[in-house]
């Protein structure tokens, strides 16, 4: 995450009987788990005196905005099971459970995630659906010049693009799953599942592209020229990039840029 990044959320239940009507309010459980995700989404919307809190997005739950807000167990084993599409598969390898009503519940979510990950699919068929999203992405959010570090080819979305799709790839044969992209490059890298050298490129690329994301975000503007920001940024972000001079970060964040498609290309084409 950067300072600028929404929360990508989703609550899942499980009713001991789902007809059961709570205590107080005699709502059922769909109900009651439903106004309980709206109060946690406000709580974490909330406007405060130095600005609101997080932006957050539900959308990425089983039926999208068109779902229930809160999912219970049965629906989202049943959906990832017949339903999900890809790029829903590549967006549930980020997931993480942030919170628990106990430790047994929080094992049964991991597991229930690991099984969705780990059935068995086609990779050729899968590779063709990245390639074709990112196709997608690329016609209809471009990028926006060599500092756009998340759309523009080779930023950060190729990268993890890749990641995700080796991940989906090897599930089945017990490959690495990680939720952070480097973790999991590393991992599948150590694994031999893909081209040591491509897999080190993307690596890399990842590191600069998010050490330079952080500071952007914290600083700039959405859509800010970073070439016109006074000296001491640019000072500050080629410490950021790793080089004495800011004059040196473009080059070696373009080079990067080109060897991580490269790459991307590669590991997703291959």
């Known amino acids: 995450m950067t300072a600028k990044s929404d929360l990508d959320l989703m609550t899942l239940y499980a009713a001991d009987d789902p007809r059961s009507m709570s205590a107080i309010k005699d709502w059922s459980a769909d109900v009651f788990y439903a106004r309980f995700t709206q109060r946690l989404i406000s709580a974490l919307s909330a406007p405060t005196s130095e600005g609101a809190l997080y932006e957050v997005d539900m959308k990425l739950r089983p039926s999208g905005a068109k779902g229930?807000?809160?999912?219970?167990?049965?629906?989202?084993?049943?959906?990832?099971e017949r339903e999900a599409e890809t790029w829903e598969l590549l967006a549930l390898t980020r997931a993480r459970?942030?919170?628990?009503?106990?430790?047994?519940?929080?094992?049964?979510?991991?597991?229930?995630?690991?099984?969705?990950?780990?059935?068995?699919?086609?990779?050729?068929?899968?590779?063709?659906?990245?390639?074709?999203?990112?196709?997608?992405?690329?016609?209809?959010?471009?990028?926006?010049?060599?500092?756009?570090?998340?759309?523009?080819?080779?930023?950060?979305?190729?990268?993890?693009?890749?990641?995700?799709f080796l991940q989906l790839a090897h599930a089945a044969a017990d490959g690495p799953l990680r939720q952070n992209t480097g973790e999991a490059l590393a991992a599948l890298r150590e694994a031999g599942l893909a081209d040591a050298g491509a897999l080190t490129r993307l690596e890399a690329a990842?590191?600069?592209?998010?050490?330079?994301?952080?500071?952007?975000?914290?600083?700039?503007?959405d859509g800010a020229d970073v070439e016109a920001e006074p000296k001491a940024f640019k000072t500050l972000l080629a410490k950021a990039g790793g080089v004495a001079q800011f004059k040196s970060l473009r080059p070696k964040l373009a080079k990067a840029k080109a060897e991580a498609r490269a790459a991307y290309e590669a590991v997703v084409k291959g």
């Open 206 to 221: 990842w590191r600069l592209e998010q050490d330079l994301s952080q500071l952007i975000k914290v600083a700039l503007e």
């Open 97 to 164: 459970i942030v919170w628990a009503s106990s430790p047994d519940f929080k094992a049964r979510a991991e597991g229930a995630i690991a099984a969705a990950l780990r059935r068995a699919r086609d990779a050729k068929k899968t590779a063709a659906d990245v390639v074709e999203m990112r196709q997608l992405m690329e016609r209809e959010r471009p990028g926006k010049g060599d500092w756009d570090l998340k759309l523009d080819p080779g930023g950060l979305v190729d990268i993890e693009f890749a990641a995700q």
């Open 68 to 80: 229930p807000v809160a999912v219970s167990f049965a629906a989202f084993e049943d959906y990832y």
